[in-house]
């Protein structure tokens, strides 16, 4: 009986690895298609999270007026992020210009550590690196970006306006009343999971910057405020977002200041504010929403970046949330789901999802 179970579960282990290959396979080929769809769908939860969030706090204001009111003031806050970076963008340029001495400086110490008697310039490094050569790759760059945020909004717009149904569709996909309450509650654990996500980012990367903020202004590194806005950004992509938060202001503060000692001490109170929200604070208000295990995160992170570039990096945590919560759900890939867990128990959640509400929406 044991070796009769062994060769059964031979092939479906088999079939289980080409279906993943398959799936990642199509996900890379058509990830002009797929990564705009991903992008407003992500969108989409944000804005209907946020739309419940105001009909739950402001009383007063009538359900018909929550979405729309949640979609411009998201639509406000995006355009007010974009003005800040392209405001403080244009004079942080402008002051590395005026750092080239400091910055040729910096370099002759280097080549002096490394052995290396005639350093170059900054002028010899650029001209070696002949950034001409990029210039069409930047442009092109640019306008893919410029086509994927319209076909983003094309998208959210098509997904905002059939939401309604959303939840009737997924209903409707079970065969009786037991299995429709088991999809819509997944349904629901996966929204809970992006949306609790979001939050506990948001919340400690308002947190991080904000410290990082007033330790850069009391250092007076120059474009506190823009690269504060930066941290915050970066934080939403795990472990290089930190990593990018604490090592960039700090290289920025040995281009500005004659003595290595601001950068010292701008990078160790970095650390600490990092280290601080992500070891106490952090794990206190994720609590168990997520349940992923932490190399499960950087594992992912290196997948959806290599599969779909810097947009699968922002969503590489949701989009293992969803994975989790639906490979859960049934018995033949529920393995799969534990080794994504971060305790072995990745229907934690289920048994409180029985119990929340999964009325569709009218």
């Given at each position: 009986?044991?070796?009769q ?16 290959i ?19 769908l ?28 949640a ?14 970076v ?6 942080f ?11 040729n ?31 069409g ?16 909004l ?18 409707a ?9 088991e ?11 992006i ?34 806005f ?9 472990i ?39 070891n ?15 190399v ?17 990096m922002f ?18 890939s ?8 971060a ?20």
């Amino acid at each position: 009986m044991p070796q009769q179970v062994a060769l059964s579960a031979l092939p479906r282990a088999c079939l289980a690895i080409l279906a993943v290959i398959a799936t990642g396979a199509a996900l890379y080929w058509l990830a002009d298609i797929l990564t705009p769809a991903a992008m407003a769908l992500f969108l989409a939860i944000v804005i209907d999270g946020f739309a419940r969030v105001l009909k739950r706090r402001l009383p007063w204001l009538p359900q018909a007026a929550a979405l729309p009111v949640a979609l411009v003031a998201s639509i406000l806050l995006f355009g007010a992020a974009i003005f800040v970076v392209a405001d403080n963008a244009t004079s942080f340029f402008g002051r590395l210009i005026a750092y080239t001495p400091r910055f040729n400086e910096l370099i002759a110490q280097a080549a002096h550590l490394v052995g290396v008697d005639v350093a170059p310039t900054i002028d010899e490094l650029i001209q070696r690196l002949n950034p001409t050569r990029y210039l069409g790759d930047v442009a092109r760059g640019l306008q893919n970006f410029a086509s994927n945020a319209l076909f983003i909004l094309v998208y959210l717009g098509f997904i905002i306006a059939s939401r309604r149904t959303f939840e009737r569709k997924m209903a409707a996909l079970a065969e009786n009343h037991g299995g429709r309450r088991e999809t819509l509650a997944a349904f629901l654990r996966i929204r809970h999971g992006i949306e609790q996500y979001l939050w506990v980012q948001t919340v400690t990367g308002l947190m991080i910057a904000g410290g990082s903020w007033v330790a850069m202004a009391v250092m007076g590194l120059e474009n506190a405020v823009f690269w504060a806005f930066l941290i915050f950004i970066a934080s939403y992509i795990p472990i290089i977002g930190g990593a990018l938060g604490i090592l960039a202001p700090p290289l920025f503060a040995l281009i500005q200041f004659e003595s290595y000692w601001p950068a010292l001490i701008l990078l160790a109170v970095l650390q600490g504010i990092q280290f601080v929200v992500g070891n106490i604070v952090q794990p206190r208000m994720q609590g168990e929403s997520l349940n992923i295990d932490p190399v499960v995160v950087l594992l992912s992170l290196a997948l959806w970046g290599k599969l779909w570039g810097v947009a699968g990096m922002f969503l590489s945590t949701p989009l293992t949330v969803m994975a989790m919560v639906i490979l859960a759900q049934f018995e033949s890939s529920r393995w799969l789901a534990i080794l994504l867990s971060a305790d072995g128990s990745p229907v934690k959640a289920r048994r409180r999802g029985r119990h929340a509400s999964v009325k569709p929406q009218s």
